[in-house]
């Protein structure tokens, strides 16, 4: 514990600067002194005010929680199922809420004759609810399908054949659908921070907020996940209950994530290894609250990095995660493999 709380304390000194670069950074440059009169609202800037309250603090407050979401998801899967290379959509859970998007997006033009995406804020709230609906509704076929399957191993490769089967019906809806609805969905699935303004952003915030507290309750059922079924039986875990739980907490999640921002890949498989790396532990009771930190720090990095000075609009937050993601997780595992082979 003694050793946590200072990289804790390093971790949340770390997220207020990078918040405070993403208030700073961008395609218009903004003084840090106007920036503190804007946020406690003694500015007459009146351009200056809407750059930052209605594009660059939503951005901010939405990578926030975006990233701690995808960052617990992540680990909830890699504990439940034991595998380093499970992720939010290892379910299928996040085909299904593209899968979800595609049937609104692809066929309103064909069977409605105005395409979504000319429908401005009602086409996005129909974005959101159609995710949601989707992932809900693979995560409910999971949770059937959990119940009846004992092995972790044979969910895992059902999980992954539903994602294929989700992707072909997109692919099908693609070829049928009008050429603007298809780039409205690519656009879409590029992921992305700024979707989210407004009311909206604030209901995203406060739900996350609600979410990650209660992701929290299951750190004890986790760390006997890691122990071994046997062991966490004999112990007193009820097992089918304590997986169905988790992969719920994790599916919510990423459900909700999904919805407002998109697909964001890679964080929610990058980060739980970091914060394993960071404080060298298993116990969830330190991994838990490191990852959502870690996880927050990320996308802050990977938000600041899409609407850097130079580019036009800003670049897919999808291909930034990649892009800063894989050389930190490959130095991770490296090192890793390095210090097992120095044991020997």
């Known amino acids: 514990m003694r050793k946590t709380l200072p990289l804790i304390i390093l971790l949340l000194m770390v997220i207020v600067a990078l918040m405070i670069a993403n208030l700073l950074i961008g395609s218009v440059s903004i003084p840090i002194v106007e920036?503190?009169?804007?946020?406690?609202?003694?500015?007459?800037?009146?351009?200056?005010?809407?750059?930052?309250?209605?594009?660059?603090?939503?951005?901010t407050l939405t990578a926030i929680v975006a990233g701690a979401g995808l960052a617990v998801s992540g680990l909830q899967m890699q504990t439940v199922f034991r595998n380093p290379l499970a992720g939010p959509s290892v379910l299928g859970i996040s085909n299904g809420s593209a899968l979800g998007v595609a049937f609104v997006v692809l066929l309103s033009g064909r069977i409605g004759g105005v395409a979504l995406s000319r429908l401005g804020y009602l086409g996005d709230a129909a974005m959101s609810v159609a995710a949601i609906i989707g992932a809900l509704a693979v995560m409910m076929l999971i949770v059937w399908i959990s119940q009846k399957v004992k092995g972790n191993v044979t969910l895992l490769i059902i999980g992954v054949m539903i994602g294929y089967l989700a992707n072909a019906i997109i692919g099908v809806l693609k070829f049928l659908s009008p050429e603007e609805d298809v780039k409205a969905f690519v656009v879409w699935g590029l992921g992305s921070f700024s979707r989210v303004s407004g009311d909206e952003m604030a209901l995203f915030v406060i739900l996350m907020c609600i979410l990650l507290p209660l992701s929290c309750l299951l750190v004890k059922s986790m760390n006997l996940l890691l122990l071994g079924d046997r062991y966490a039986a004999n112990l007193g875990l009820?097992?089918?209950?304590?997986?169905?739980?988790?992969?719920?907490?994790?599916?919510?999640?990423?459900?909700?994530?999904?919805?407002?921002?998109?697909?964001?890949?890679?964080?929610?498989?990058?980060?739980?290894?970091?914060?394993?790396?960071?404080?060298?532990?298993?116990?969830?009771?330190?991994?838990?609250?490191?990852?959502?930190?870690?996880?927050?720090?990320?996308?802050l990095v990977c938000n600041l990095i899409a609407r850097m000075p130079g580019f036009e609009g800003a670049l897919p937050v999808n291909s930034v995660t990649a892009l800063v993601g894989a050389p930190v997780i490959a130095a991770v595992l490296f090192r890793r493999r390095k210090d097992e082979v120095g044991d020997y």
Do not use: K
């Open 238 to 299: 009820n097992i089918p209950r304590a997986r169905l739980l988790v992969i719920l907490s994790s599916g919510i999640l990423v459900a909700i994530v999904t919805a407002y921002c998109g697909p964001i890949m890679f964080i929610g498989l990058a980060v739980p290894h970091l914060a394993r790396a960071i404080f060298r532990t298993s116990d969830h009771r330190v991994l838990m609250p490191a990852t959502m930190l870690c996880g927050a720090a990320l996308a």
């Open 35 to 59: 920036t503190c009169r804007i946020l406690v609202g003694d500015s007459d800037h009146e351009i200056w005010s809407n750059i930052i309250f209605q594009s660059r603090l939503p951005q």
